[in-house]
């Protein structure tokens, strides 16, 4: 009995001398945490001398609400709350930052000194300034008189704070928060950082992931504030459902959290009732041009690359407009006026009050001196004018113009020519926002445009928008005197209030307010997150005679389940009856996929060899993958993106070693459609047509390269490297196929950016001439590479600018990110290999499978618009995948292990920069339930290959038989490809996009 009391009283000393260990440690982190932040309290900023002072602190309540706009006759009641230090609430009488929003005044609330906001911000120190009494917590409780027919309370806010950058995501974080009907702000604690969690059930002023405001909001912070706090929110309005006639308590409270050091305020103003009976509670951005960088005027407008750095900078030109009403001159820094070039909206929306019609129009004296534009064709001498109208044909369901048509029309010497034309915009990602365009013109070949980003204030969203500058090159964007044009970047705006640019958006009177009535700028009108069908697109699929397929589906929506409707279809576009996961299907069936989670549809390879495509309409956006597996090998491949008017592939044919190659192609229209096929070699140049195919509505054809009907004889393709070109008049989804002895690969085909063969001879309106930019643009990223022990690596590389060849650099590169000693195409090179690209042509990099197995990742540099694929060789089988793009926000794979099929998967990684990345993973299963979690590092240009049991998973966990998805949650930029591998089998496939 002694011997268990001693245990126990050593035990009880024993803990809490393990208590005192930890409290201590945690005391000495708080306590130089607390240090750091009054040395910056003793760093207060002071007045410079001259400044005048128009901020009125000491302001009482009732002076704060009407300030903010609040009628008189609606106050009942307006007190001050918490601490009653009257430096802390304030008017402002003269512009500073967005306010004031309406009339000439506006209220401030502060956890420090309200009047040392008007003070410039020098760049270092931060205001901390300590209110007499406890808490720094002050709040403005006011007392209303719903009107009679309000429905709806809203006023416009903007949070300020001086923990911006230094103290982002920390336990000092100070908050924002409008309550209605009662005030219950609550403390809680995140349960790993242990941070705090500011909150309350009456909290009206929340963000678009329902947090309370603060620094770390999703609506995002800027460092330019034009006053002397170091960040802000963007221009933000908090909105409420009320009843008409009722009378409402609201509390706008400021406070310090943590600590009272580092002030924070809250700038408030345009209070108003409505009856809009659709009211949401929240705040939102309403849709207003937001600029990166808060008062620089330059990101608000269009930017010429005229110093050819590749980026949207304060250094290029602008172009501006002069408006009167509905019509606009143009302007620029090199000319300084188009003399009587004039654009005129017309047909006004009537529900977005957008103009629906841009025409412009210039006559030839104004073309022939405003930018030396002539579209690589001289202008002939004589009289000529010319109009050019575009017009909005749809709207999508945000209220964005959906398709547009143009009309061109040309008068010269007594003789009018008309050109038409027609476009839009594709969400060829399937995440809600378009990433590529597509037009064609009468005689004119239809083009697809994927636009390149830029992103100016580093928060990983992009603020500018761009076609490439070599794209410009191919459509003859040019000037009469052969010096290309810069590229023109647009601003973008956030339309839909979630804080995330994503639409062309216009500020050219500079009222620091979108121009609504242009057709392109933000519309406010429609729903936050409108319904929309997301579509997935897979070419090629096949059941029977052993061989079976696999299609995988994960919902990148971590918050709403998506309803999927599968539908395959045979080759004749009839529904093709098929078993999927042991259940018989008529061909279409509806699935309902788990937030954030994955479905795999699998057919069971009975009955007769029957092949087709499939068809998935959700109402969530959704990636996936399909794998194909029979004796004769597997293959896996994405969704094919819809292509308008034709696509290229890699075609390679070896009689001798039994290796073919052709293409699956689905038809994506209601109608039939023709394609056209054409063969050209390496060098560009065509070999010979074969005659046209028609696939019916929803139909698919899938043809080996011998299996068209080629003008020339077949025994020349015994032996073929080169290109497979497919010209159509609908829409198609295509995917390359290639069988070899006990193998099947597939790849992805590329979208023809020039189906003639010929310079576009399209008329653009004009552009401002500048420098060449020497830069390459152009850069593909293939994250895993191999070499050595018979693996052989194909590089195909295809360039589609028809104005001259490619010069591009290939860089091979090892897991420790420096270059690989290695032969391509018989050179031994040590890394690095310099390739030319002939124009319309193909370049294929070979190694040649000796020595060790080397494993890397590859990067392409190019000056002209090029695109490629990467096959891998060997006897445990082969894999073609196309390049991976670079990504900042993570990404979503699909993973499958079998321990005793021996399949098992993971992902290959490549780190693109030139700094090491450390890289966050969370393990889910296929109901999007986050399992175990796993760290990678990768140095700068560094590369790793992990199959899933090579994670270190925290908890531990056994994946030997396992089925789910692997989430990388954006640690940093980098590219990735799915790889697995089976019992003589290798399969590639994508990753996809995580939405943030």
């Given at each position: ?261 580092v002030d924070s305020a809250v700038f408030l103003d345009n209070f108003q009732w409505s009856s809009d009976a659709a009211c949401a509670e929240g705040a939102k951005t309403e849709g207003q041009f937001l600029p990166p960088d808060v008062h620089q005027r330059w990101t608000r407008s269009i930017r010429v690359d005229s110093n050819a750095n ?346 001798a070693a039994s290796i073919d190659t052709g293409v699956a192609i689905m038809n994506l229209g209601t109608a039939s459609v023709t394609v056209l096929p054409e063969i050209y070699t390496t060098a560009g140049t065509r070999k010979g047509k074969a005659s046209s195919k028609t696939i019916p509505a929803g139909g698919q054809v899938a043809l ?293």
């Amino acid at each position: 009995m002694r011997h268990r009391k001693a245990l126990a009283e050593l035990l009880v000393i024993s803990t809490a001398v393990f208590c005192l260990i930890i409290f201590a440690k945690i005391g000495t982190s708080a306590r130089s945490e607390a240090q750091e932040r009054r040395s910056e309290a003793s760093a207060v900023r002071t007045a410079p001398p001259g400044v005048s002072k128009t901020i009125s602190t000491g302001a009482t309540a009732q002076a704060l609400a009407q300030a903010m706009g609040i009628p008189a006759a609606d106050i009942v009641l307006a007190e001050i709350q918490g601490n009653q230090d009257p430096r802390a609430v304030a008017t402002g009488q003269t512009p500073l930052s967005y306010f004031p929003t309406q009339s000439s005044s506006y209220a401030i609330l502060c956890t420090g000194g309200a009047g040392q906001l008007e003070i410039p911000n020098p760049g270092s120190g931060n205001w901390t300034i300590d209110l007499d009494g406890s808490p720094d917590t002050v709040a403005l409780h006011l007392r209303l008189k719903v009107p009679s027919g309000m429905q709806c309370m809203s006023f416009d806010f903007a949070f300020y704070s001086e923990e911006f950058p230094e103290w982002l995501n920390s336990r000092y974080n100070d908050a924002f928060l409008a309550e209605k009907g009662q005030t219950d702000i609550k403390t809680a604690h995140d349960p790993v950082t242990f941070n705090p969690i500011i909150s309350s059930a009456y909290n009206f002023a929340f963000d678009s992931k329902k947090s309370t405001i603060s620094v770390n909001t999703a609506f995002g912070v800027s460092g330019n504030t034009g006053c002397s706090y170091d960040g802000v929110t963007p221009l933000l309005k908090a909105q409420t459902p009320v009843t008409p006639g009722a009378t409402i308590d609201v509390y706008l409270t400021i406070m310090d959290v943590g600590d009272s050091y580092v002030d924070s305020a809250v700038f408030l103003d345009n209070f108003q009732w409505s009856s809009d009976a659709a009211c949401a509670e929240g705040a939102k951005t309403e849709g207003q041009f937001l600029p990166p960088d808060v008062h620089q005027r330059w990101t608000r407008s269009i930017r010429v690359d005229s110093n050819a750095n590749g980026r949207p900078d304060e250094q290029d030109e602008t172009v501006d407009l002069i408006r009167d009403s509905s019509s606009m001159n143009y302007m620029t820094a090199s000319s300084r006026t188009y003399g009587n070039s004039i654009v005129e909206l017309a047909n006004p929306d009537s529900q977005s009050g957008q103009f629906q019609s841009v025409i412009y129009r210039r006559p030839q004296a104004a073309m022939a001196s405003a930018l030396k534009l002539q579209s690589r064709y001289p202008m002939q001498a004589g009289s000529r004018n010319e109009t050019f109208t575009v017009s909005i044909d749809s709207l999508d369901p945000t209220m964005r113009p959906g398709t547009f048509s143009l009309t061109q029309v040309i008068e010269k010497n007594g003789v009018t020519t008309t050109r038409t034309g027609h476009g839009g915009a594709i969400d060829t990602n399937s995440d809600g926002k378009p990433d590529v365009f597509e037009g064609e013109g009468t005689g004119q070949p239809k083009v697809s445009i994927s636009l390149v980003y830029s992103d100016i204030n580093g928060d990983g969203k992009a603020d500018f928008a761009s076609i490439p500058w070599s794209f410009g090159q191919v459509i003859g964007v040019n000037t009469g005197d052969g010096i290309p044009d810069p590229q023109v970047w647009v601003p973008l705006g956030d339309t839909n209030g979630d804080g995330t640019p994503d639409a062309p958006a216009f500020d050219f009177d500079h009222d620091d307010k979108p121009d609504p009535g242009l057709p392109f700028s933000p519309a406010v009108a429609g729903p936050a997150n409108p319904p929309a069908d997301y579509w997935l697109h897979f070419s090629q699929f096949a059941n029977g005679s052993q061989f079976f397929s696999q299609v995988f589906m994960f919902n990148l929506d971590t918050k709403n389940a998506a309803n999927a409707e599968v539908t395959i279809r045979r080759q004749d576009g009839a529904l093709y009856p098929v078993t999927l996961n042991g259940e018989s299907t008529s061909g279409q069936k509806t699935y309902s996929i788990p937030a954030g989670g994955l479905l795999i549809l699998r057919s069971n390879g009975q009955g007769s060899l029957q092949v087709g495509s499939v068809a998935v309409k959700s109402n969530r956006p959704l990636a996936g993958v399909v794998t194909y597996q029979s004796p004769a090998g597997a293959a896996g491949v994405g969704a094919s993106p819809k292509i308008g008017s034709g696509f290229i592939a890699p075609m390679y044919r070896s009689a001798a070693a039994s290796i073919d190659t052709g293409v699956a192609i689905m038809n994506l229209g209601t109608a039939s459609v023709t394609v056209l096929p054409e063969i050209y070699t390496t060098a560009g140049t065509r070999k010979g047509k074969a005659s046209s195919k028609t696939i019916p509505a929803g139909g698919q054809v899938a043809l080996m390269l011998t299996g068209f009907s080629w003008d020339f004889n077949e025994d020349d393709l015994d032996n073929f490297e080169g290109i497979l070109k497919i010209t159509s008049n609908g829409s198609l989804g295509a995917t390359v196929v290639q069988t070899r002895p006990g193998e099947y690969a597939t790849q992805p085909v590329v979208p023809n950016l020039n189906p003639t063969g010929a310079v576009s001879a399209l008329v653009l309106p004009d552009a401002v001439a500048g420098p060449l930019a020497t830069a390459k643009d152009h850069r593909l990223h293939f994250a895993q590479f191999a070499n050595g022990a018979s693996i052989v690596s194909k590089l195909f590389l295809f360039n589609q600018d028809a104005l001259g060849a490619a010069s591009a650099t290939v860089n091979v590169r090892g897991d420790n990110g420096l270059p690989v000693s290695l032969r391509l195409n018989g050179q031994l090179v040590n890394g690095q290999m310099n390739v030319s690209v002939p124009t319309n042509g193909l370049n294929v990099v070979t190694t040649d499978g000796q020595g060790g197995v080397v494993s890397g990742s590859v990067t392409v540099s190019s000056d002209r618009a090029i695109s490629g694929t990467l096959v891998y060789g060997s006897t445990f089988g082969s894999a073609g995948v196309g390049s991976s793009c670079e990504l900042s926000q993570g990404f979503i794979a699909p993973m499958e292990t079998n321990s005793s099929s021996q399949v098992n998967t993971g992902i290959a990684l490549m780190n693109p920069t030139d700094s090491p990345i450390t890289l966050n993973f969370d393990l889910c299963d296929l109901n999007g339930n986050r399992l175990s979690g796993a760290i990678v590092s990768l140095p700068a240009r560094g590369h790793q290959a992990l199959f899933l049991r090579d994670f270190s998973w925290s908890p531990s966990r056994n994946v030997d038989n396992f089925q789910g998805l692997v989430r990388e949650l954006g640690g940093g930029r980098v590219a990735a490809t799915v790889i697995q591998t089976r019992p003589g089998q290798y399969i590639t496939m994508p990753v996809a996009p995580r939405l943030p």
